[in-house]
Each structure stands twice: as structure tokens, then as C-alpha cells.
């Protein structure tokens, strides 16, 4: 059975760069990737929180949040 990885961003330029080079580096054998820009889907906002993610890009595998470099906080991607 395949983990299933999320990977949550905001669509600028670090999260870009951290999606192209880890999210396709994952092992399409062991993970079951799913990337969610939240610039095309900011209703999963609250869903990346609820699961512990507090800046992106950020993955969530297992369930476990993983934070990659600081691109943004939550709080500036919702725009507060």
C-alpha cells in the first residue's frame, strides 16, 4: 500500500522550486503524491492547518507535517 504524501504551497517561486524538486522525487512506488496549490485551491486551507501545516511549502505524509524552507506563513497566504 502507497503513503499518501500532500504536497501544500502557495504558488510562488520557493514553493515552485521545492515542488519540482522534491515532490517528483518521490518514489511513485511508495507515495501516493497529490500537490495543492492553494492559489488554485484556497478552500483546502483550513484541511492543510487541521493537519499541522504552519508555513509552505510543506508536505504531509502519513499524516506528519514536513515544513521545506520558510516561503510563507499560513497566516500570509490567507492574507491576514
Known sequence: MKTKAIFYHAGCTVCVGAEQALAGSLDPARFDVEV???AESP???S???AAGVVS???FVIAGAPFHI???ASMADVKGS
Open 36 to 38: 495543492v496549490s492553494f
Open 56 to 58: 509552505v511549502p510543506a
Open 47 to 49: 484541511e492543510a492547518e
Open 43 to 45: 478552500a483546502r486551507i
Open 69 to 71: 524552507n520558510f516561503g
